[in-house]
């Protein structure tokens, strides 16, 4: 036995030597796929099964310790129940990586479940890079390596793809070998028990072979060292996510747990990671295609020039719903087009060179489009024509880019000429798309991504917090036989210094009356019961009520209580300063907690409406100061902050600091599950700031 020293080379997808372990030549087995498939590995190949000799011409060892010579990867195919011992027999010899391509554990039950804990337990003990189980395996184009039981291997290329369906990646692979798009690296990521995402972003990222990072993911293990990885990556992620979960469809106990699902969670943890988030395949690859090739711009401008008008107006359509914009050219540009091209032709963006224009037309106006200093990227749109050859216009707009360094992308409209003149195109790094649509998203996309790398990324602000006092309010849930609190913890807001108006909790009549005396003037009264949530719809709130109708009107809530709901307990009734909402913007401030994220905090429009009109952003916490300011411009009632129809303008920088605190105060108390500020009550500087008026959180004692 000869155990293994460090690695020469990347063992997962570079390895010397692989053994399949459970290596077969039975037709229509796993085992004879994936050693079928590792002819023509730049390495060395060990089949291993104790019932042969010999597989598809493979001497044949019994089990993985009597392979001669250090084993840097190991394919792992035999039964469920006997994969626990191959891996810890791996572990011991020093094997470094392993593929658990066997199905059965943790999507198979409680029993596959156990299998795939101590799977990872042996992972972990011997430090093994494990991925799976039920994976469809790995392959990388640069080592020959096919360790997978798909049909086809992959066409060469600078593009890693990682995926956690298998049969999306065969779907895939023979997509893009007709296409011509080609991969570094291909995982299978399976059941993610061991190696997950951002395991591959990080490896990724230190891979000079690799240009880009796309993925197929239904769920992310860590949404946290997810975003940090991708944040911290120089090389750009592409995503598409699907699976969405029942959780974040269900409408939850609070305001913010039905408006904070796991899609927000995972719009808004992408956009903190810096990741591109695809809407369909198709669109996964179109900006794969551009950010592979390509320079990022330096301006979001686009100049288009077309030999068809159609196809130019149906550009600058696509150009105009997106965050791009058509360049507008300098005078010296215009002259320059005007002396170059027809009388007939259009000299403004977009440039149409005419139906008749050859090559020699198109490759001047392109030219003239990017040395204009106002153009930050050109898109080439051409339709089929007799005089016009479609392999030398590759050629001039490839000359083109190269000259002027600017992102081009091209939209060779047609069907088998277009072929090899796309391909001549990819292998210089410009995308060919056949709809122009399509060529403008890719450059669309590039501009979003040059945009995620200037963003500067500050700590969160740290804030003089009572931490303790905090920490007693919550422990009043211990008391209760629901894990809700409400206004009657107000005081939990205070501790971390989100200002609240005057005011207490009533536990008598005379109580509220010597509150209100204390407050001064009209008071505002709420019941307060754990077991009535929307306590407006009883009547359970009242506005106004004068000091001489205090006692009155506390009898008359708790009253109320008792007919809605006989059993309701009842803490007694809020008594609270009046604020004139009239003066701000009713807002909601709130968290949700989400199980791949974790604390998400939501920030937008509030009051009874919040969840019909759906007007909120959301970021996973901890927040800084620029993205809790970038929350309150991301809203669509953004202009009534800034001020609107005379109206003064809020206190933006007491509101996002306002964020800022409630975020500290979550990741501070992961028991806090759910909370609602609604209405956090954005005023003007001059009228006090922002007051949180009412509150409601639900919370896990197992976590205080």
């Not at 036995?1 to 990347?10: A, F, V």
Request: proline letters at 6%.
């Amino acid at each position: 036995m000869q155990e293994n020293t460090e690695p020469s080379r990347d063992a997962l997808f570079d390895p010397d030597r692989v053994a399949v372990v459970g290596a077969t030549d039975r037709e229509g087995s796993v085992g004879r796929a994936v050693l079928s498939n590792l002819v023509g590995f730049d390495g060395d190949v060990a089949a291993v099964n104790p019932g042969r000799d010999s597989v598809l011409g493979y001497p044949c060892h019994p089990d993985l310790a009597s392979v001669p010579g250090p084993v840097d990867l190991a394919v792992v195919v035999v039964p469920p129940a006997a994969v626990l011992d191959v891996v810890r027999a791996a572990g011991e010899l020093g094997v470094p990586a392993v593929a658990v391509i066997t199905a059965g554990f943790g999507e198979a039950g409680a029993e596959g479940a156990a299998r795939e804990r101590e799977l990872v337990a042996a992972a972990e003990e011997y430090d093994i890079d494990l991925v799976g189980p039920n994976s469809l395996g790995v392959m990388s184009t640069r080592s020959g390596l096919n360790a997978t039981f798909g049909p086809a291997m992959a066409t060469p290329g600078s593009v890693a793809f990682m995926s956690q369906s298998g049969a999306f990646i065969t779907a895939v692979l023979d997509w893009a070998n007709d296409e011509g798009f080609g991969f570094s690296d291909v995982v299978s990521l399976g059941n993610k028990a061991a190696m997950d995402e951002t395991d591959f972003v990080r490896r990724w990222d230190r891979d000079p072979g690799t240009n880009v990072v796309l993925a197929y993911l239904e769920s992310v293990v860590d949404g946290r060292a997810f975003i940090e990885a991708a944040r911290a990556a120089d090389t750009p992620v592409v995503a598409v996510k699907s699976g969405r979960t029942e959780a974040g469809a269900q409408a939850a106990s609070s305001h913010t747990g039905a408006i904070a699902g796991s899609e927000a969670a995972y719009e808004a943890g992408f956009e903190q990671a810096g990741v591109l988030r695809a809407g369909s395949v198709q669109e996964l690859f179109d900006v794969a295609q551009a950010l592979d090739g390509l320079p990022l711009p330096e301006e979001s401008t686009v100049g288009v020039v077309t030999n068809a008008g159609g196809p130019g107006v149906m550009t600058t359509d696509a150009v105009g719903d997106s965050d791009l914009s058509m360049a507008s050219f300098a005078d010296a540009t215009r002259d320059r087009l005007t002396e170059a091209l027809p009388a007939n032709a259009n000299v403004h963006n977009p440039v149409d060179v005419i139906g008749d224009a050859d090559v020699d037309r198109f490759a001047t106006a392109l030219d003239a489009v990017l040395a204009d200093d106002g153009v930050g990227a050109a898109v080439v749109v051409s339709a089929p024509t007799a005089v016009l050859d479609y392999g030398d216009l590759a050629d001039a707009v490839v000359a083109a880019r190269r000259a002027h360094d600017k992102p081009v992308v091209a939209a060779f409209m047609g069907g088998e000429r277009t072929a090899a003149p796309a391909r001549r195109l990819a292998a210089a790094g410009v995308p060919n798309y056949f709809d122009p649509a399509r060529a403008v998203d890719g450059l669309d996309a590039l501009a979003r991504y040059a945009r995620l790398q200037a963003r500067d990324f500050d700590d969160p602000r740290a804030f003089d917090v009572d931490r303790e006092r905090a920490r007693a309010i919550l422990e009043r849930v211990r008391e209760r036989e629901t894990n809700a609190l409400g206004v009657e913890a107000m005081d939990l807001l205070d501790a971390y210094g989100i200002p609240t108006p005057a005011g207490d909790v009533a536990e008598s009549p005379d109580e509220a009356a010597a509150l209100a005396a204390d407050i001064g003037g009209d008071v505002v009264m709420k019941l307060v019961s754990p077991d009535i949530l929307h306590k407006s719809d009883i009547g359970g709130v009242r506005v106004g009520v004068a000091p001489e109708d205090v006692r009155d009107t506390y009898e008359d809530l708790v009253s109320r209580a008792y007919r809605y709901q006989p059993d309701a307990t009842v803490l007694g009734v809020q008594v609270q300063e009046r604020v004139d909402t009239d003066a701000g913007v009713e807002t909601i401030a709130g968290v949700n907690r989400d199980p791949q994220f974790g604390p998400l905090v939501v920030f937008g429009l509030g009051g009874v409406f919040v969840e019909v009109l759906e007007d909120t952003t959301a970021r996973v916490a901890p927040i800084s100061n620029d993205e809790a300011t970038a929350m309150l411009s991301e809203i669509r009632a953004a202009p009534l902050l800034r001020g609107a129809r005379g109206r003064p303008a809020v206190d933006r920088a007491a509101l996002t600091e306002c964020l800022e605190r409630l975020a500290a105060l979550v990741v501070d108390f992961p028991a806090i599950l759910e909370l609602d500020i609604n209405p956090l009550v954005a005023r003007p500087a001059d009228d006090g700031g922002p007051l949180a008026i009412d509150l409601r959180l639900t919370i896990d004692p197992e976590k205080l």
